[in-house]
């Protein structure tokens, strides 16, 4: 299908997997599966950013760990993978600003969650710009 292709998994154990157009063709995001398990990337357990998408989330994976959606809605399946972290910051990309307000509410009842604005998506920033936005925050 010409994608670059991430592999969501839980427990260590391949569920299911999300894969990006290479070339324009087709949904720019196609799910293989029918899991509602979020991709995650990083291995800290002290907090996580929630994005929207596994590009952003490789993106930010060496400050924090980093847990996709794959999309702008919050599942309870999200939740129960976000209640394991000590804090939660949620960085949905700038058109879903609403959503994202409404999701730090939401999980603020399981996990201190805080929003962050953004202005450029991660994945779209520069390395160091992006390094510092996410260490800014998460410094606090």
């Known amino acids: 299908m010409n994608r670059v292709v991430f592999l969501v998994k ?11 157009s290479l070339d324009g063709r087709g949904p720019k995001w196609y799910r293989y599966g029918s899991s509602k398990h979020p991709f995650v990337c990083g291995d800290r357990d002290d907090s ?3 994005v929207e998408d596994c590009a952003s989330a490789c993106c930010a994976s060496n ?14 399946e999200h939740i129960e993978v976000l209640k394991q972290y000590d804090r939660v910051f949620v960085a949905l990309d700038k058109d879903a600003t609403d959503k ?3 999701m730090v509410r939401t999980l603020h009842s399981h996990v201190p969650t805080r929003l962050m ?8 920033m520069e390395k160091d ?7 800014s925050h998460i410094n606090r």
């Open 100 to 102: 994202a307000i409404t």
């Open 129 to 135: 710009e992006r390094n510092d936005f996410l260490r």
């Open 63 to 76: 400050i924090c760990s980093a847990v996709a959606l794959l999309g702008t809605n919050l599942l309870t």
């Open 48 to 50: 996580a950013v929630v």
């Open 117 to 124: 604005v953004l202005h450029t998506d991660l994945k779209n």
């Open 10 to 20: 839980q427990k260590g154990r391949v569920v299911d997997a999300a894969g990006r």
